[in-house]
């Protein structure tokens, strides 16, 4: 069921304390922080955050990290120069981290959206993200069990929705979209435009409407 | 062997970053899809010539990335894996992440050229973690890159600031991943790393024997195969 509503506020409402929540975005890229800012004012506590960063500077995900309402992060790159809330709470043991490595992180939201129970891959063969995770040697590398990252919420940024939820992005602001979307019971987009059910070429869709839910328009 | 190390020395003195960055240019082959890390990797890009076709992935999203944006071109949804803004060439293609990461961990580039803390003599990197407690670690896309290009060039310099060697026997910092790199290029040579063990195709101010006395592993000059 697809729904376009009016404010950012209303379309996060419904997030429960405790939620996995998928946030798009790398770097500032395709981050969408009026979402973010809105999940801050609807109060959610004890989240799980995906995001590829653990938030920059004093904006977006990084003043939820602050504000203590994240129990977890599972991203690939967390210390970055301006992630000193991060680093804060992570150093204070106030944070619990998964880290995994970009091309896994991207494939398991992937896995998690194709119905694929998880997959064998060489990335990490080897090393101590590996530790304690099944291995096999196939095709005659060594290659490491991840599973998919399953998520209640995604909240992302694309470009222009059409009246049935289909999305196209902008240049490397797509980054995490699609994947999240497709990842998430409950996906929430903030688009820059909405045109009307067959303004978009069907050749140039990027996220089909079906794993869409929610729509706002944000200026 | 006098004669032999002075055919592989190339150079009076050793490299600067910029005259590095230029070697690993010219040695890159036409026609081939490359991703440049972070850092110093990212210096090879200002020697690459038109001539050479050469297509820059960027693994946040983007084949046919162009130079670093300046002025009216920068565009906050235009950026490299360095989250710095760039341009798009004519060609150019934008697809979601884990596209971009199947381009890679599919073996679908050609090289990929990396920083390093160390390389084993039978190419094992690391260069994502220090492994000290207090350290805050950040993996991104190190660990695809080592493993999914067709070739792995290290670029680094060949001594840390205490003069002890990055080319070591195994490798002391946490592994990105296991015999991975084929070519180490540093101020002081230029190594092939494999299987057999390491081999040296050029040293730049200084002779074979002179660098095996900083070099722990044992060095031998390549067969004089490479351009």
């Known amino acids: ?219 | 062997m006098s004669i032999q190390t002075a055919s592989i020395q190339t150079s009076e003195t050793p490299l600067g970053r910029d005259d590095l960055a230029r070697l690993v240019a010219r040695d890159i082959k036409p026609g081939s899809f490359v991703n440049l890390g972070i850092g110093q990797p990212t210096l090879v890009s200002n020697y690459l010539q038109p001539e050479q076709n050469i297509t820059l992935h960027t693994e946040n999203g983007m084949l046919g990335m162009g130079p670093e944006a300046t002025g009216d071109q920068i565009d906050g949804d235009l950026i490299n894996a360095g989250k710095i803004p760039v341009t798009e060439l004519p060609g150019a293609s934008y697809f979601h992440h884990a596209d971009s990461f199947a381009i890679m961990r599919g073996g679908h580039l050609d090289i990929c050229v990396l920083g390093a803390f160390q390389v084993s003599a039978t190419g094992d990197l690391a260069n994502w973690h220090t492994g000290a407690p207090d350290a805050i670690p950040a993996v991104g896309g190190a660990m695809d890159l080592a493993t999914g290009a067709k070739d792995v060039f290290v670029m680094m310099t060949l001594l840390t600031r205490d003069g002890a060697s990055k080319i070591v026997e195994a490798c002391t910092y946490p592994l990105t991943g296991v015999g991975c790199v084929t070519r180490v290029y540093t101020d002081k040579a230029v190594f092939l790393t494999g299987p057999d063990g390491v081999t040296v195709r050029e040293t730049f101010g200084c002779t074979l024997e002179e660098l095996q006395a900083l070099v722990p592993v044992p060095l031998t000059a390549a067969p004089a195969v490479e351009p």
């Open chain 1, 1 to 219: 069921m697809l729904n376009f509503i009016d404010t950012v506020g209303e379309a996060v409402a419904g997030i429960k304390d405790g939620s996995t929540v998928m946030i798009g975005g790398f770097g500032n890229a395709g981050q969408p922080f009026e979402l973010i800012d809105a999940l801050m004012d609807c109060g959610a506590r004890e989240l799980t955050v995906v995001n590829n960063n653990a938030g920059q500077g004093d904006q977006g995900l990084a003043l939820l990290i602050k504000e203590g309402r994240v129990k977890k992060m599972i991203c690939s790159f967390p210390r970055q120069s301006d992630s000193w809330h991060f680093d804060a709470k992570y150093k204070a043991g106030e944070i619990e981290l998964e880290l995994v490595p970009q091309g896994n992180l991207a494939e398991r939201i992937r896995a998690a959206g194709a119905g694929i129970g998880g997959f064998f891959t060489p990335t990490g063969y080897g090393t101590m993200l590996a530790e304690g995770k099944e291995t096999r040697i196939l095709d005659g590398r060594g290659q490491v069990f991840e599973t998919p990252i399953h998520a209640d919420v995604a909240l992302i940024k694309a470009l222009k929705a059409d009246g049935v939820g289909n999305l196209v992005y902008r240049k490397t602001a797509r980054n995490f979209g699609p994947i999240m979307a497709a990842a998430a019971k409950h996906t929430v987009a903030q688009v820059s435009e909405i045109v009307p059910t067959g303004g978009l070429d069907p050749e140039v869709i990027v996220t089909p409407g079906i794993y869409v839910n929610s729509i706002v328009k944000v200026a």
